[in-house]
């Protein structure tokens, strides 16, 4: 079935701790994006790529960080997790990047809770 | 700054019409975007205005008004399963896309 795997699907951490969460997609889509989702508050960008190659910062980057080492993969690390990044987080992707009308295609989500 | 306004939870009898509206600020205008989002699932994309009027699609329906900053989803014969949350985005003129906080629908039998 075509479209976006994340994992883990849910993970509890320590502070402190390294943590990556992956994200494929098979629709070879140009665009990815890592969002996070929180109770009372809109979807917020952490990082985005417009292609193969690039990435780009979000509204909430800190603490974040991404590669695209190809069209399929965009995987996105906590280098040291802290609790306020408790949060779901959802990959999503789109056939291009930057300009038009870019329907986003989401992940089932990873829910990750810090201690 | 940026803004999308959207009302935190409607509810509406299973069968009947609901309008949930949607206001917005943001830095230029590129279109507007509504995504329903089931309850600890993945949004997926309803509708998409970039121009003033009304889009249909089968029991759902977008309004947009740019002049006016505004937009509705109309959902109409309400089923069960459209109890969720609907997010309205609107996309800037960087072709950023800002979230409102989403509308929590709850149907009653």
């Not at chain 2, 959902?75 to 069960?80: G, H």
């Amino acid at each position: 079935i075509a479209g976006i795997t994340q994992a883990p699907t849910s993970q509890i951490l320590a502070a402190g701790r390294r943590m990556t969460l992956r994200c494929t997609q098979d629709m070879r889509h140009n665009a990815m994006y890592w969002y996070r989702q929180d109770l009372g508050l809109g979807l917020r960008l952490i990082h985005y790529s417009n292609t193969a190659g690039t990435t780009g910062k979000g509204e909430v980057p800190d603490g974040y960080s991404v590669s695209r080492a190809n069209t399929d993969d965009f995987p996105l690390t906590l280098a040291s997790a802290v609790p306020s990044q408790t949060s779901v987080y959802f990959c999503a992707s789109s056939e291009q990047g930057a300009e038009g009308a870019n329907v986003l295609t989401f992940g089932a989500g990873s829910r990750l809770t810090v201690l | 700054g940026q803004n999308i306004d959207q009302p935190t939870e409607m509810t509406a009898t299973e069968g009947a019409i609901v309008q949930i509206n949607c206001t917005y600020q943001t830095s230029g205008f590129n279109g507007l975007f509504w995504y329903q989002q089931h309850a600890g699932e993945a949004p997926t994309f309803l509708s998409y205005n970039v121009l003033d009027g009304l889009e249909e699609k089968g029991r759902f329906s977008s309004f947009l008004s740019r002049s006016k900053g505004y937009s509705y989803l109309l959902l109409k014969e309400l089923q069960m399963k459209d109890s969720a949350s609907y997010l309205c985005a609107v996309t800037d003129s960087n072709y950023q896309l800002i979230w409102g906080a989403g509308t929590k629908l709850i149907i009653k039998p």
